[in-house]
């Protein structure tokens, strides 16, 4: 315990009351002998980020016990599965720099439910890197990360029925749905429509933000003079 309190920086009266709080996972004993790991040693880092990003212990271990009960990347990803997307590892400090404020053990169980975030040993993996910094950029423009979560299972359900009728198109159309035929193909016409379907709600948007001005008196009276003129 002295050792390892050492190696992270901090008073073994500190390590001892994280045990106590079940911030750190009980030792390996060999006899009378208590041998900590790197896992150990990582988990009390973890700690000491998470304390500088103003988390609280109370918060940290809840945080701690969320992330321990998420599946394992293999399980998410699936063996050989096929994808375009870059998953990207994080520490947990990490991943709170990248949603200041938002990594809340409710935000991190529903990234765990959609199968956004995984576990890797004591790291966290995101499955898209592309998803990753556009719900970033989201929450840096002022929308909540629960916010996002909620909107993600939306998209989820309609990105998962447009999965289902480009497969069914293609299947029955040709031999087979091949993934390097199908993902471009299907890409595109989402991206065109969506764009197309902006376009359509932004200038619905604009139309009703931009009521006519009511006319002023001042306006009325020029309006007036310029008919008498124009009568004369």
């Known amino acids: 315990m002295e050792e390892l309190a050492e190696e992270a920086g901090i008073p073994v009266r500190t390590l001892r009351f994280y045990r106590e709080r079940g911030l750190i996972a009980p030792p390996r004993r060999e006899g009378r002998?208590?041998?900590?790991?790197?896992?150990?040693?990582?988990?009390?880092?973890?700690?000491?980020g998470l304390l500088e990003r103003g988390h609280t212990l109370?918060?940290?271990?809840?945080?701690?016990?969320?992330?321990?009960?998420?599946?394992?990347?293999?399980?998410?990803?699936?063996?050989?599965?096929?994808?375009?997307?870059?998953?990207?590892?994080l520490t947990p400090e990490q991943l709170a720099d990248h949603f200041e404020g938002e990594v809340t053990p409710e935000n991190l169980a529903a990234a765990l439910d959609l199968g956004y975030l995984a576990t890797d040993g004591d790291r966290i993996v995101h499955i898209s890197r592309r998803l990753l910094e556009a719900s970033?950029?989201?929450?840096?423009?002022?929308?909540?990360?629960?916010?996002?979560?909620a909107a993600a299972r939306r998209v989820r359900e309609h990105a998962d029925a447009l999965a289902e009728l480009f497969v069914q198109v293609l299947q029955a159309h040709t031999a087979q749905a091949e993934p390097h035929r199908l993902r471009p193909l299907a890409s595109a016409v989402v991206d065109a429509e969506l764009s197309m379907a902006l376009d359509r709600r932004l200038r619905r948007d604009a139309g009703v933000q931009q009521p006519t001005e009511p006319e002023t008196p001042s306006s009325r009276d020029e309006s007036s003079n310029s008919a008498e003129a124009h009568d004369k």
């Open 136 to 149: 970033a950029e989201l929450v840096r423009e002022g929308v909540p990360l629960s916010a996002v979560l």
């Open 58 to 89: 109370t918060g940290i271990a809840d945080l701690a016990r969320t992330f321990e009960s998420g599946r394992d990347v293999a399980e998410v990803l699936g063996l050989g599965e096929p994808t375009e997307e870059t998953p990207v590892r």
């Open 33 to 48: 002998i208590a041998w900590y790991d790197d896992h150990h040693l990582a988990r009390l880092r973890t700690i000491a």
